[in-house]
């Protein structure tokens, strides 16, 4: 092994074998560095998961459920994952956990193909309201093999329950699933679930942006009165991307386990695993819950700031780490805002409002980067004055700049 050229190569540092990409991400750090960063969906990965997953498990093959028998020394990667899986189930009080799934999009297929037989009905939050693709949309597979229904929301954004109780009396759904993308209140899952048991229906909660609010007890757990919950870790759970979770009864493990893998997915990360045990073990800490409180009263600043520039907010304001800001009356387009917002150092998200313009923003990152509730009513102050009066504020632009130096990026590992 030592005398092949290909041996002597792996030595080398990026820099050295891809100078190209040594340099974008170098670009990337650039950017994050000195951009403020209201993407309702990132965070900043804790040094001790990037480690674990830049570890040796990248190059496992972690094929199967615990106990792996095919491959030897499976004994290893089953470890880590009843870790990961005790660590989960103890965070939410869930009967059974699966922490395989690539994606939390593919979490959420698993989760209806082990549970519905093709073509079965579905009832779900609007996407266009806020929800996501993945519980039943168009272009989505969710969409395509089960038949979808929508409830949303009514004129000041409140989520229309009696809409959905009135739906789903009508349509007879096999199962109600909710959950938000873009939707800036808590959702009432308690209320979805007592409307799914009155059809006779299961009930799915997807908690993708709001699972470290719950961990953090600033949201309702839904588990104990949901059939299954799914979330990603990498919003307010705040570790690395990729990789989904699903908490589920008992009585339903078996049939998403053999959804997932093998129906979907074949040999999972084990340094995805890895990393998320790790992060279960980090977010268990009385730590997280004083970031979760900076996260929560950070959205809500922003939202206060954005207001008293007389910005419209979507359902009024926040209860959780996201704020939309209603755009429709503005004249923004989605590139234009975009990139003017880019150019002024900020990064965020539009995100489609009923057919309008919103802009999603998310208080996660700046939190972590010790911004506190006056600094983000300040920024929604200066941001609502730019989103309303649009480009060219050279005041704006260097506010920004100094923010994001006073309020540095985490290292990551960069500093090895
Ligand atoms: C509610 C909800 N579920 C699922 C997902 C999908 O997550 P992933 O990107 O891990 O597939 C998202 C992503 O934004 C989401 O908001």
Same mark, same amino acid.
């Given at each position: 092994?030592?005398?092949?050229?290909?041996?002597?190569?792996?030595?080398?540092?990026?820099?050295?074998?891809?100078?190209?990409?040594?340099?974008?991400?170098?670009?990337q750090?650039?950017?994050?560095?000195?951009?403020?960063?209201?993407?309702?969906?990132?965070?900043?990965?804790?040094?001790?998961?990037?480690?674990?997953?830049?570890s040796a498990?990248?190059?496992?093959?972690?094929?199967?459920?615990?106990?792996?028998?095919?491959?030897?020394?499976?004994?290893?990667?089953?470890?880590?994952?009843?870790l990961?899986c005790?660590?989960?189930?103890?965070?939410?009080?869930?009967?059974?956990?699966?922490?395989?799934?690539?994606?939390?999009?593919?979490?959420?297929?698993?989760?209806?193909?082990?549970?519905?037989?093709?073509?079965?009905?579905?009832?779900?939050?609007?996407p266009?309201?806020?929800?996501?693709?993945?519980?039943?949309?168009?272009?989505?597979?969710?969409?395509?093999?089960?038949?979808?229904?929508?409830?949303?929301?009514?004129?000041?954004?409140?989520v229309?329950?009696?809409?959905?109780?009135?739906?789903?009396?009508?349509?007879?759904?096999?199962?109600?699933?909710?959950?938000?993308?873009?939707?800036?209140?808590?959702l009432?899952?308690?209320?979805?679930?007592?409307?799914?048991?009155?059809?006779?229906?299961?009930?799915?909660?997807?908690?993708a942006?709001?699972?470290?609010?719950?961990?953090?007890?600033?949201?309702?757990?839904?588990?104990?009165?949901?059939?299954?919950?799914?979330?990603?870790?990498?919003?307010?759970?705040?570790?690395?991307?990729? =990789? $989904? &979770?699903? +908490?589920?009864?008992?009585?339903?493990?078996? @049939? %998403?386990?053999?959804?997932?893998?093998? !129906?979907?997915? #074949?040999?999972?990360?084990?340094?995805?695993?890895?990393?998320?045990?790790?992060?279960?073990?980090?977010?268990?800490?009385?730590?997280?819950?004083?970031l979760?409180?900076?996260?929560?009263?950070?959205?809500?600043?922003?939202?206060?700031?954005?207001?008293?520039?007389?910005?419209?907010?979507?359902?009024?304001?926040t209860?959780?780490?996201?704020?939309?800001?209603?755009?429709?009356?503005?004249?923004?387009?989605?590139?234009?805002?975009?990139?003017?917002?880019?150019?002024?150092?900020?990064?965020?998200?539009?995100?489609?409002?009923? =057919? $309008? &313009?919103? +802009?999603?923003?998310g208080?996660?990152?700046? @939190? %972590?980067?010790?911004?506190?509730?006056? !600094?983000?009513? #300040?920024?929604?102050?200066w941001?609502?004055?730019?989103?309303?009066?649009?480009?060219?504020?050279?005041?704006?632009?260097?506010?920004?700049?100094?923010?994001?130096?006073?309020?540095?990026?985490?290292?990551g590992?960069?500093?090895?």
């Amino acid at each position: 092994m030592r005398d092949l050229p290909w041996a002597a190569l792996f030595t080398h540092t990026l820099a050295q074998i891809d100078p190209a990409m040594e340099e974008l991400i170098a670009t990337q750090r650039v950017q994050n560095t000195h951009s403020v960063n209201l993407v309702a969906s990132e965070t900043y990965s804790p040094r001790a998961t990037l480690e674990a997953e830049a570890s040796a498990l990248v190059d496992k093959n972690a094929s199967g459920y615990p106990p792996r028998e095919g491959f030897g020394g499976g004994d290893v990667m089953d470890r880590i994952e009843r870790l990961a899986c005790e660590r989960a189930r103890a965070l939410f009080g869930a009967e059974h956990a699966n922490i395989q799934a690539l994606s939390s999009t593919i979490a959420n297929v698993a989760v209806l193909r082990g549970l519905l037989r093709p073509g079965e009905r579905i009832l779900a939050f609007d996407p266009a309201a806020g929800g996501h693709g993945s519980h039943g949309g168009g272009r989505h597979i969710s969409g395509q093999e089960f038949e979808a229904k929508f409830f949303g929301t009514r004129g000041d954004g409140s989520v229309d329950y009696e809409a959905a109780a009135a739906i789903a009396a009508e349509f007879r759904p096999r199962m109600i699933i909710a959950g938000s993308s873009a939707y800036p209140l808590s959702l009432d899952f308690r209320r979805l679930a007592g409307i799914a048991r009155d059809v006779g229906a299961l009930f799915f909660a997807d908690i993708a942006h709001v699972s470290g609010l719950v961990i953090a007890g600033l949201h309702e757990n839904p588990v104990p009165f949901s059939d299954v919950v799914t979330s990603s870790t990498h919003k307010t759970m705040c570790g690395p991307r990729t =990789g $989904g &979770l699903i +908490l589920c009864r008992e009585e339903h493990a078996a @049939a %998403i386990d053999r959804a997932l893998a093998p !129906g979907l997915q #074949a040999a999972p990360g084990g340094h995805i695993i890895a990393a998320r045990a790790v992060l279960f073990a980090l977010v268990a800490r009385p730590e997280f819950t004083t970031l979760m409180q900076a996260v929560v009263a950070g959205a809500q600043g922003l939202a206060e700031g954005l207001a008293a520039a007389g910005v419209p907010l979507y359902a009024g304001g926040t209860a959780t780490h996201m704020v939309v800001a209603d755009l429709g009356g503005t004249g923004w387009s989605v590139p234009a805002l975009n990139a003017a917002l880019f150019r002024h150092g900020v990064v965020a998200n539009t995100t489609g409002l009923s =057919g $309008g &313009l919103g +802009l999603r923003l998310g208080s996660t990152p700046m @939190a %972590i980067r010790g911004l506190d509730s006056s !600094g983000f009513r #300040a920024l929604g102050r200066w941001l609502g004055a730019f989103l309303l009066n649009g480009v060219g504020d050279r005041g704006f632009a260097e506010g920004i700049a100094a923010l994001a130096v006073h309020h540095p990026v985490p290292p990551g590992l960069e500093l090895t």
